[in-house]
């Protein structure tokens, strides 16, 4: 999509994005759906390397000059629409450093993507506390924590946009992911009460719900070919989602084109979650 193409609505000039878990699979989509629509980005993961990767190949399309080097770890500038950070978005104090750091260097956050997360799959009876704290921590608590302090500036500026990235699992239950199925039901009421208390001061939260999109997340569930077939048959779509499906509702919900929606979770799943 090129800037011309875009509806005045949709257009992100100016508006500084950050996107967390954003140098691979729906989070870089969504980084990249966001720069194309003008917005200054800033990626965020826990891997420099990938991370630096990610942040050349952004720099190369919508950076000029193009793609000039330095360390994601103190979160350089790098030019003037393609910024990197890392910290662990679990560890509430790194969130703090991380946020406080990106307002400092890059400006205020006006668009926030909660897209980082993680999978663990284990039949309930198997599974230790750990690694259901471990899941719990990385895919929800970091949106209160990642999502609490960006709000504080929103809140003073009167104006944001916040996205938590659910799922077809905040609504339906499968065996052997119990922790991510109760993490994503919980983003779904986290965002509910986020726009109970943030709506007044002109911040839309609103979560989208991805179907089976192949990522590296899910590459082992595509390679297991009698579990592709079954997503297949069971998407009314007939296929799997790929990152791009999820580009335009999130464009849209981090756009003026979305300011009176508020508290919703979007669904983009080929008709999962409507059919049995
Ligand atoms: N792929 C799917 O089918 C699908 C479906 C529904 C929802 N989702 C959700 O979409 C989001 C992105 O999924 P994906 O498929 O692109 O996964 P992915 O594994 O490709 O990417 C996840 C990103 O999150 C980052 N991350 C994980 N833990 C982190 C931490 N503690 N600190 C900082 N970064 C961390 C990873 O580094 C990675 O960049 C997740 O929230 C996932 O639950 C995915």
Redesign the pocket.
Known sequence: MTDAAIPSAFDLTGRIALI?????????AIAHGLASAGATVVL????PE?LEQTRAEFAADFDAPRGQAGSVHEGQQYGPRVHAV?????DAAAVASGIAHVEATVGPIQVLVN?????HRVPLLDLAVEDWNRVL???LT?AFLVGREVARGMVARGRGKIIN?????TDLARETIAP?TVS?GGIRNLTRAMTAEWARHDIQVNAI??????????QKLVDDEQFNSWIIGRTPAKR??T?DDIVGPALWLASDASNFVNGQTIFIDGGMTVTV
């Open positions: 967390t878990g954003s140098s691979r699979g729906i989070g870089r965020h993961g826990r891997d990938r890392a910290f662990d978005i679990t897209n980082a997360g993680i999978q921590d990385t895919n970091s990235v659910a799922s077809v699992q991510y994503k719900a991805p179907g089976y999109i192949h990522t590296e997340m899910t799997w989602g990152t």
